[in-house]
């Protein structure tokens, strides 16, 4: 029975010099005896049940006998044996994972834990955060329940923990399984996974697991998912409070301490941490574990690429369809590249290069579009590659809207709860230590930075789920073992991937962001994100799925640098798309950078101080940065022109631009495009100068603090630029120099002007006021000529009338037309 006891204050608690006995006072656990034989346990795919339900007292006998070190179960214990719980965490660190020793993080995770405080760790993906919440439960033989926002990942570390000996089931959010459900809070598993949606349900269940075998801990994992601020925003994550309610020994008398929470994620900005705190109401005593998101062996760098055709794909993945399909292409051509078991979903025959889910029933497909209308041209439609005609559709191109993943659904796969039991398995842990430790050396990094790649599969992530086929099915073409990932595709399908990957049958998975939190392999050498992505935490969480064995990968990202990237579609609030916003801009910036190390940029958006001059790796610190030039004339004459429209200097002595009618053209918020025309009409020495490098250097002048946005809106790249008071005083002096390193797009304008320039030729020649002579010249004679009979198509004289249009209404027409009539 559970009662409510009478009211203990945090600090009464807190008083009492806690001890790791506290932590090892079981209930309800007979003592067993030592010398027992262990049991073989059966491990068990998922909703496989070895154990019928009544058999759960004895079943938790086992696993307890099984799992946890006895000096730590049955006591009494030793005084040293009690201060020496180092040891004995490596004990179990040794036996269960086979690790030499804990990091500095973990250890003051576990030490947090054992003074029955709340802590928040934040370190670099793959750092390795699921032990500091596994430990518990063997060092204690209590259970520890971990709420994990996708059903992949619980299934994944469930599948690492049966084969390091530890007992784990994971409960999604579908269907109940009642014996799974019910071991479960019955005790008979060391470790619980559980959705957030699920854990709420659960409440007065794990209530009574924790007056019976006892909770050692609830850990949350990827944390992040709590925060409105940050990029995986769960609404289920922030209800999770209610465990501070409900598990406090306030509440539950037969507890003496709280249930410590133990919130952990790879990236939270500072603005997400404190959030976290507030919204889980964690303790004020909370302990914030911070280390360095630096990840010394990722090799980061930017492209520029289209991004959008089977061109762009040819020229871009040649390298990587070299190092896979090299051989097979020149080869034997006509292998079968994966020889699955005749279950499986998947088949790859090089006959058609096709990777294709075959055979899939109208009901597997979720949120996919029936019509063939919304074919894609630059997809390859060969006869071969298309669907045979059946009853049965094929999963191809054809079938996908051009639809976005916009978060990782909980139920990412078509199993709600499965349990597994722990059998430890000798395995061979990939982790190269020697490896790692030479790569945190300045000089070993810079040697690496021109080191060709292990072997190790590649994760391609799009923003499209069409973007998933036609990517995969291009890189099957070319004899790459592709596949396709995300969540409109069939579950089964899904499983199926993980299932090939993890097995290293699949060597490239191009996916949306459903595939990726907890994607833990080892040996992924490529993480390349074609196209930009949302926010520079949601990057550097799928980056972080490479490397994991701490050797060198690449993590390369390649967008349209002459694009402003804009929003996927998503339901969000005024205050969520602000906040999108803001971080797609942060996400743009990092790819316009030229001048600062890639990894700095990266560590120092979360909030760290990067305590090394530069990673040595990335693209920026390989190559350098790009010259300096003094850019003061050009920032002069476009804050000028800002600065004269908005009367700031009206009176001053910068009227090089005599604008008579600014209080006319007032109403209209005047764009950075405007500004531009403006410059190029009255300087002739940058009436050819591209936006694209004039939308650099506003943004320059932006984060300078000389510009500032003018609509009070957040966009991703400066739109309607006004003066600041310091923008004022720099322009003001006029002696000053302004020496910058051009970003991305400048130099992309500079180095091919014209297809990257936003104006047409047309339009750049009305810029250009000899050109624009030439033109009116030859309008009027034209116009005289029209005076006469004329016989005209119907084509040209709607152009006539759209340019009569323009010349009235829009900027530049006026322009036009104050001009010539100047003239
Ligand atoms: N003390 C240790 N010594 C050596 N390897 C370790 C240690 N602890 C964990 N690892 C390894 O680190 C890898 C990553 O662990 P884990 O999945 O817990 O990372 P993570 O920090 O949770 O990453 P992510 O943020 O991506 O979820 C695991 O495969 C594990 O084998
Ligand atoms: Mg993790």
């Not at 071991?183 to 349900?201: D, F, H, N, Q, W």
Request: glycine content about 4%; proline content about 4%.
């Amino acid at each position: 029975m559970l009662q409510r006891s009478g009211k203990r204050t945090q600090s009464q608690v807190l008083m009492r010099q806690s001890s790791i006995l506290d932590h090892f006072s079981l209930t309800n656990r007979g003592k067993r005896s030592k010398t027992e034989a262990e049991p073989v346990v059966p491990f068990s795919e998922p909703e496989v049940s070895h154990y019928p339900v009544e058999d759960t007292q004895e079943h938790q006998r086992r696993v307890l006998q099984n799992e946890s070190d006895s000096y730590l179960i049955d006591g009494p214990q030793e005084p040293d044996t009690l201060l020496d719980w180092e040891k004995k965490l490596n004990r179990v660190l040794k036996k269960h994972f086979g690790y030499p020793f804990l990091k500095k993080f973990q250890k003051e995770a576990l030490e947090a834990w054992l003074n029955h405080q709340d802590c928040l760790v934040l370190a670099a993906t793959g750092s390795g955060k699921s032990i500091c919440f596994q430990i518990p439960a063997l060092l204690t033989g209590k259970v520890v329940v971990v709420i994990s926002p996708l059903i992949s990942l619980m299934h994944d570390q469930c599948l690492k923990l049966a084969k390091h000996g530890v007992s784990a089931c994971f409960l999604g959010s579908g269907q109940p399984d009642s014996s799974v459900e019910k071991k479960a809070m019955g005790g008979a598993y060391s470790i619980i996974y559980v959705c957030p949606e699920t854990v709420l349900r659960l409440i007065q269940p794990l209530q009574k697991l924790a007056e019976t075998r006892g909770i050692a801990l609830f850990a949350i994992d990827e944390v992040h998912c709590v925060s409105k601020w940050g990029h995986d925003f769960r609404p289920d994550y922030r209800r999770l409070s209610i465990l501070r309610e409900n598990f406090s020994s306030s509440t539950l008398n037969f507890l003496k301490y709280n249930v410590p929470l133990m919130a952990l994620t790879a990236t939270a900005t500072v603005q997400v941490r404190e959030d976290i705190l507030k919204s889980l109401c964690m303790s004020k005593e909370t302990k914030i574990i911070l280390t360095s998101f630096f990840r010394p062996n990722l090799r980061f760098s930017v492209k520029h690429s289209r991004t959008s055709s089977p061109s762009s794909y040819r020229k871009d993945f040649s390298n990587l369809i070299d190092v896979y399909a090299g051989n097979r292409r020149f080869g034997n051509k006509k292998q079968t590249i994966i020889s699955h078991k005749p279950d499986s979903v998947l088949d790859c025959s090089t006959d058609c290069g096709l990777y294709e889910v075959d055979k899939i029933s109208p009901n597997d497909l979720e949120d996919t579009d029936d019509s063939d209308s919304d074919k894609d041209d630059e997809v390859d439609s060969s006869e071969e590659c298309l669907p045979s005609p059946s009853k049965e559709r094929t999963m191809s191109v054809e079938y996908l809207e051009n639809e976005v993943d916009v978060f990782q659904s909980v139920d990412d796969w078509d199993v709600a709860y499965g349990e597994f039991c722990g059998q430890l398995v000798c395995e061979d842990t990939d982790v190269d230590t020697e490896k790692i430790n030479l790569l945190d050396k300045a000089d070993e990094r810079q040697k690496s930075s021109q080191e060709s790649l292990d072997q190790g599969p590649t994760i391609i992530y799009v923003p499209t789920r069409k973007e998933t086929l036609s990517i995969s099915k291009f890189l099957c073409q070319c004899g790459v073992k592709a596949a396709a990932y995300n969540a409109s595709l069939p579950k089964s399908h899904l499983r199926m991937v993980h299932k090939d990957f993890h097995e290293n049958n699949v060597e490239v998975v191009v996916a949306t962001i459903a595939f990726g939190m907890g994607i833990d392999k080892s040996n992924v050498r490529r993480i390349i994100h074609y196209g930009w992505p949302q926010s520079l935490e949601a990057y550097y969480q799928e980056a972080g799925r490479a490397g994991r064995d701490g050797k060198l990968a690449d993590c390369i990202l390649y967008a349209n640098l002459t694009r402003i990237p804009s929003l996927l579609p998503s339901r969000r609030s005024e205050e969520q798309t602000n906040q999108a916003y803001r971080m797609l801009s942060d996400c743009f910036r990092y790819g316009m950078n030229t001048s600062n190390c890639r990894a700095q940029k990266l560590v120092e958006y979360f909030g760290e101080t990067f305590d090394r001059e530069k990673c040595l790796m990335c693209d920026v610190c390989v190559k350098g940065p790009p010259n300096m030039q003094n850019l003061k004339e050009e920032s002069d004459i476009l804050m000028q022109a800002i600065a004269a429209h908005h009367r700031y200097l009206e009176e001053a002595s910068y009227d090089n631009f005599s604008y008579s009618d600014v209080k006319h053209r007032s109403r209209e918020k005047p764009n950075l495009r405007f500004f531009v025309s403006k410059v190029r009409e009255q300087t002739l020495k940058f009436a050819a100068t591209d936006i694209l490098w004039w939308r650099g250097l506003a943004r320059i002048l932006e984060y300078k603090g000389y510009l500032k946005e003018g609509d009070h809106k957040i966009h991703v790249q400066i739109k309607f630029p006004e003066l600041t008071k310091l923008g004022l005083e720099f322009l003001s002096r006029s002696d000053q120099t302004f020496n910058v390193y051009p970003e991305s797009d400048m130099l992309l304008s500079i180095a091919k002007p014209k297809s990257f320039s936003s104006f047409s030729e047309w339009g750049k020649g009305w810029a250009d006021p000899a050109i624009r002579r030439e033109r009116l010249k030859r309008r009027r004679q034209f116009v005289d000529k029209s005076q006469g009979p004329r016989s005209r198509s119907r084509k040209p004289r709607k152009r006539k009338s759209r340019k009569q249009n323009f010349d009235s209404k829009t900027v530049r027409g006026r322009l036009t037309a104050k001009l010539s009539i100047k003239k």
